[in-house]
C-alpha cells in the first residue's frame, strides 16, 4: 500500500500510475470480450450464412473471414457482411492452399490413389488459417457451417455426427485437435439442410435459402478429370508414375471382373 502511495505522490508517478490501472482495465476488458468474438469462416453460402445470424441472435460479435484458395474475388461474402453488419476480411491463401491441398490431390492420383482432400484441409490448412486469424483479431471462438455438433466428456471434446443424416459433415473434421476443437462451435449441428433453409427465409434470406450448393471439390468446377489433365499437364511426370497409373486402372478393371466370381468383400 505504500508503495502504491508513493507512486502517486509525483506527477510522474501519478501519470505512470493511471496508465497502469488503464492498462490493465484494457486487457480485462479485452479477455471479456474476446469470450464473446467469434470468427466465423465464410463462404458466403447457405450455411456460412445461416451460421452468422444464429450467432448473432445468441449475442456474439461476429467477425467473417472468407479464404481465398481459388478463382475470384469472394463478393458474395462481401455484400453479405455488409447486410448483417459485421467485420469481414480476405485472407488469399491462393499459392499455400495450392501448393498443399492441390498439390497432394494430384499426387495422389498420380500415384492411383484416390485423395480425399477435405479431410487433409481442414487440420493442415483450413482451420490452421481460421486459428490463426482468430488470434491476431482477438476472437475467442471459432465457428463454421459445418453439420456437425461436439461434446464434452471425461474431459475431452469428441466430434459427433449432426442431426441431419444426409449432410453429416463429422468424418471431416475427425483430424483436428483439441486445442483446436475447444474453440470450435457447430450451429447447425441440430439442424438439417432443409430447416437452415427455412430459417434463412423467415430471417429475410429468401434468394440466399434457395441457392443451391455444390457437392464437390471446393477448387474444381466442372467434371475432375479435365481439372486433372491441366494440372499434369503444367507438371513434369516421370515414366514410372505413368506405369503407376496404367497398373492401378489394370487392377481396377481386373477387381471388377472378378466380382461376380466371388461373394468376399474387395477393397479399392
Given at each position: 500500500?505504500?508503495?502504491?502511495?508513493?507512486?502517486?505522490?509525483?506527477?510522474?508517478?501519478?501519470?505512470?500510475?493511471?496508465l497502469?490501472?488503464?492498462?490493465?482495465?484494457?486487457?480485462?476488458c479485452?479477455?471479456?470480450?474476446?469470450?464473446?468474438?467469434?470468427?466465423?469462416?465464410?463462404?458466403?453460402?447457405?450455411?456460412?450464412?445461416?451460421?452468422?445470424?444464429?450467432?448473432?441472435?445468441?449475442?456474439?460479435?461476429?467477425?467473417?473471414?472468407?479464404?481465398?484458395?481459388?478463382g475470384?474475388?469472394?463478393?458474395?461474402?462481401?455484400?453479405?457482411?455488409?447486410?448483417?453488419?459485421?467485420?469481414?476480411?480476405?485472407?488469399?491463401?491462393?499459392?499455400?492452399?495450392?501448393?498443399?491441398?492441390?498439390?497432394?490431390?494430384?499426387?495422389?492420383?498420380?500415384?492411383?490413389?484416390?485423395?480425399?482432400?477435405?479431410?487433409?484441409?481442414?487440420?493442415?490448412?483450413?482451420?490452421?488459417?481460421?486459428?490463426?486469424?482468430?488470434?491476431?483479431?482477438?476472437?475467442?471462438?471459432?465457428?463454421?457451417?459445418?453439420?456437425?455438433?461436439?461434446?464434452?466428456?471425461?474431459?475431452?471434446?469428441?466430434?459427433?455426427?449432426?442431426?441431419?443424416?444426409?449432410?453429416?459433415q463429422?468424418?471431416?473434421?475427425?483430424?483436428?485437435?483439441?486445442?483446436?476443437?475447444?474453440?470450435?462451435?457447430f450451429?447447425?449441428?441440430?439442424?438439417?439442410?432443409?430447416?437452415?433453409?427455412?430459417?434463412?427465409?423467415?430471417?429475410?434470406y429468401?434468394?440466399?435459402?434457395?441457392?443451391?450448393?455444390?457437392?464437390?471439390?471446393?477448387?474444381?468446377?466442372?467434371?475432375?478429370?479435365?481439372?486433372?489433365?491441366?494440372?499434369?499437364?503444367?507438371?513434369?511426370?516421370?515414366?514410372?508414375?505413368?506405369?503407376?497409373?496404367?497398373?492401378?486402372?489394370?487392377f481396377c478393371?481386373?477387381?471388377?471382373?472378378?466380382?461376380?466370381?466371388?461373394?468376399?468383400?474387395?477393397?479399392?
Amino acid at each position: 500500500m505504500n508503495a502504491i502511495f508513493t507512486l502517486f505522490s509525483t506527477p510522474y508517478g501519478y501519470l505512470m500510475g493511471i496508465l497502469y490501472i488503464c492498462t490493465n482495465a484494457i486487457i480485462r476488458c479485452g479477455m471479456k470480450e474476446s469470450n464473446k468474438r467469434v470468427l466465423v469462416g465464410m463462404s458466403g453460402g447457405i450455411d456460412s450464412t445461416a451460421t452468422c445470424l444464429m450467432l448473432q441472435e445468441q449475442g456474439y460479435e461476429i467477425v467473417g473471414v472468407t479464404m481465398r484458395v481459388w478463382g475470384d474475388e469472394p463478393q458474395d461474402a462481401r455484400e453479405l457482411a455488409a447486410r448483417m453488419g459485421i467485420e469481414h476480411y480476405v485472407a488469399d491463401e491462393r499459392i499455400p492452399f495450392k501448393d498443399t491441398i492441390v498439390r497432394n490431390f494430384i499426387d495422389e492420383y498420380r500415384q492411383g490413389r484416390t485423395p480425399n482432400p477435405c479431410v487433409m484441409c481442414n487440420p493442415l490448412f483450413k482451420f490452421r488459417v481460421l486459428t490463426e486469424w482468430a488470434d491476431r483479431l482477438n476472437c475467442g471462438w471459432i465457428a463454421t457451417g459445418h453439420y456437425s455438433r461436439l461434446e464434452e466428456r471425461n474431459g475431452n471434446v469428441y466430434i459427433v455426427a449432426g442431426d441431419d443424416e444426409k449432410k453429416d459433415q463429422s468424418y471431416f473434421l475427425w483430424r483436428l485437435g483439441q486445442e483446436v476443437l475447444r474453440r470450435c462451435i457447430f450451429p447447425l449441428g441440430n439442424y438439417t439442410k432443409l430447416k437452415v433453409r427455412d430459417y434463412l427465409h423467415d430471417k429475410g434470406y429468401e434468394a440466399k435459402a434457395k441457392e443451391g450448393e455444390s457437392m464437390e471439390v471446393c477448387f474444381i468446377k466442372g467434371d475432375y478429370r479435365d481439372f486433372l489433365r491441366e494440372q499434369l499437364s503444367l507438371i513434369h511426370i516421370s515414366e514410372p508414375t505413368r506405369l503407376g497409373m496404367i497398373s492401378y486402372a489394370v487392377f481396377c478393371l481386373k477387381k471388377k471382373k472378378d466380382k461376380h466370381k466371388s461373394r468376399m468383400p474387395s477393397y479399392a
